[in-house]
């Protein structure tokens, strides 16, 4: 497994990479193109993928086999219409990451870090947010159903109909 983290790491396109199932706990991909890349079922705890590229990536699978995110380090990753329902993204670390139009269906995003991260049109149904930190992170259009925002921090959200958190 050293052998394939040294090799991810040293890499910056993988655009369109199949990865499922694939165990890159502690990997390293910073600013890595893995766009439209499949990652169902992948185990990604720990794993460092500041300002990478995953735009529509796939993060799930019908059988419900998602991937695991748990505390990864997403800070400044571009999510932009990634299907990321059913992941377990608990404490991660989404500062100012770009998760517009993104599935978070059932989601779990409890305890994680979403300062400033822009959730423009994004899914949250069933999403659980469980003391996340959305300080100043948008909202704006994003549909909320039965989300679980108890302890969240929501200082200077924008909301889904635009006005301002408190």
Known sequence: MELVKRYI???RDFSQA???GANLSEVCLTQANLRKSDF?????????LYQTDLTCADFTEA???????????????VLVRSDLSRTNL????????????ANLTRANLSWASLVE??????????????????TKANLREALMVKVNLTGA??????MPDGTIHD
């Open 9 to 11: 790491a040293g890499q």
């Open 18 to 20: 199949f990865l499922k």
């Open 40 to 48: 169902t079922g992948a185990d990604l705890s720990w794993a460092i």
């Open 63 to 77: 059988n419900l086999n998602a991937a695991n995110l748990i505390a990864a380090q997403l800070s400044m990753a």
């Open 90 to 101: 608990s404490r991660g670390i989404l500062y100012q990451s770009n998760l517009q139009d």
């Open 117 to 134: 991260a822009d959730l423009t049109r994004a899914i949250l149904l069933k999403t659980d947010l469980t003391g996340a930190d959305l």
């Open 153 to 158: 921090t929501l200082t200077g959200a924008i």
